[in-house]
């Protein structure tokens, strides 16, 4: 049973930083494209970045330059850091799993997701 867990959310300054983990069981992160993605209420579920198979990394237009993301193969798990955060940052943030596509504006493509974590920036 594939299972992905997100930690690391929570209230922080404008301005602040944060760093999301995603842990994976019945999966292996090295092995498949993975992604975070947000989405606040309301809205359509956003791309925000994706790693491939072989360590290429993608980023929407909003986060580039801002948010890294990575992978510990030993821990099977994946992560995402934040940095100047800004209010428009707020969000449930969500990772994923892919076995065969890598688009970060193909949201319906990944096969796996988690549960979530929140992020809110107070500005």
């Known amino acids: 049973q594939v299972q992905l867990v997100e930690s690391g959310g929570g209230s922080v300054q404008a301005g602040g930083s944060l760093t999301l983990s995603c842990a994976a069981s019945?999966?292996?992160?090295?092995?498949?494209?993975m992604g975070w993605f947000r989405q606040v209420q309301g809205l359509e579920r956003e791309g925000v970045a994706t790693i491939t198979r072989s360590g290429g990394t993608h980023y929407s237009d909003s986060v580039k330059d801002r948010f890294t993301i990575s992978r510990d193969n030993a821990k099977n798990t994946l992560y995402l850091q934040i940095s100047s955060l800004k209010s428009e940052d707020t969000a449930m943030y969500y990772c994923?799993?892919?076995?065969?596509?890598?688009?970060?504006?193909?949201?319906?493509?990944?096969?796996?997701w988690g549960q979530g974590t929140q992020v809110t920036v107070a500005s």
């Open positions: 994923a799993a892919s076995a065969k596509y890598c688009y970060l504006q193909w949201a319906t493509s990944f096969d796996y």
């Open positions: 019945g999966y292996n992160v090295s092995r498949a494209c």
